[in-house]
Nanobody, 118 residues
Framework: QVQLVESGGGLVQPGGSLRLSCAAS????????MTWYRQTPGKERELVAS????????NYADSVKGRFTISRDNAKKTVYLQMNSLKPEDTAVYYC???????????WGQGIQVTVSS
């Protein structure tokens, strides 16, 4: 059974930090690129950050560059999103997605709420 389980969300004050985790099971994690998306009510889901199957190849939305860092641990089958200098506009439900680029096979997590507010 394929599962992607996000954790680490919650309420944080502006300027604070959170670290999201996405634990994978039921598929060969190392063969999938991993991506974090976020979504707010009434808006389309947007890509936040992605990391290739090759560690070190990453991509970020302009809005989070320099503040967020994506990383992966293939041994733990987990992808992380370190979020620093959080802003109220970072408030959203964050989702992780696994994609096998060669054939488009993909899986989504259930999402986790991040709220940045004083």
């Amino acid at each position: 059974q394929v599962q992607l389980v996000e954790s680490g969300g919650g309420l944080v004050q502006p300027g604070g930090s959170l670290r999201l985790s996405c634990a994978a099971s039921g598929f060969t994690f190392s063969r999938f690129s991993m991506t974090w998306y976020r979504q707010t009510p009434g808006k389309e889901r947007e890509l936040v950050a992605s990391i290739s199957t090759i560690p070190g190849i990453t991509n970020y939305a302009d809005s989070v560059k320099g503040r967020f860092t994506i990383s992966r641990d293939n041994a733990k089958k987990t992808v992380y999103l370190q979020m620093n200098s959080l802003k109220p506009e970072d408030t959203a439900v964050y989702y992780c997605k696994a994609v096998m680029v060669v054939n488009g096979l993909n899986y989504w997590g259930q999402g986790i709420q991040v709220t940045v507010s004083s």
